[in-house]
């Protein structure tokens, strides 16, 4: 039985449509209360899309799917197998009318975001040292109330930028959503995690 953790929220959804017209799954999975759940001979586990690379890279899951902002993000030691084309978004700068101007011309910004990491990287390539805040939700406020000068964050249709005021200043990559494995199942159960594979393709 193939284990295969799937990221609950935005995502899961679009995930679920896919792996069920592709016979990967038997049966729709839901969101619920119910966190494993056996469909046919694949074990699943639903949990947080930061979580999923944990799961796959400590071997609890043999493959799974997640966005590669979180990939980005975390770097973990897994093989990214297939780009599933879905959840396609940006990882981009925003942040109030007035901070672009801010951003052009500053050595020095205040960026509030969940991906540090990815922040850090960012900012040090273009040369601008950047005080990191590291918020676990609702970045957009972070501008609002003065506790940043921007945000890194993730941009689907810009609705969430546009409803708090904010403009999206600069794109600093693109996201979709991809089919990890870890690398002991993928030496162990090449076979199985193949399988997989070939069926979405």
């Known amino acids: 039985m193939i284990r295969l953790a799937l990221p609950r929220g935005r995502l899961l959804q679009e995930t679920v449509d896919l792996l069920t017209s592709k016979g990967v799954l038997k049966e729709k999975v839901e969101e619920g209360r119910k966190l494993t759940l056996e469909v046919g001979n694949v074990k699943v586990f639903l949990v947080k899309p930061f979580d999923v690379p944990i799961y796959v890279e400590k071997g609890v899951a043999d493959i799974g799917v997640c966005g590669m902002d979180v990939l980005m993000e975390l770097k973990p030691e897994v093989y990214k197998l297939l780009d599933l084309g879905?959840?396609?978004?940006?990882?981009?700068?925003?942040?109030?009318?007035?901070?672009?101007?801010?951003?052009?011309?500053?050595?020095?910004?205040?960026?509030?975001?969940?991906?540090?990491?990815v922040a850090k990287e960012f900012f040090r390539s273009k040369g601008i040292k950047a005080e990191v805040l590291t918020l676990s939700g609702s970045v957009e406020l972070a501008p609002l109330i003065g506790l940043s000068d921007l945000i890194v964050d993730l941009v689907q249709t810009g609705r969430t930028l546009k409803e708090n005021g904010l403009v999206e200043i600069e794109e600093i990559a693109r996201s979709t959503a991809w089919i990890i494995c870890n690398r002991a199942s993928f030496r162990n159960r090449r076979q199985e995690v193949l399988e997989v594979i070939n069926r979405i393709l």
């Open 86 to 117: 879905i959840g396609a978004c940006r990882i981009s700068v925003a942040g109030k009318p007035e901070a672009r101007e801010v951003y052009l011309r500053s050595s020095y910004v205040k960026v509030a975001t969940k991906y540090p990491n």
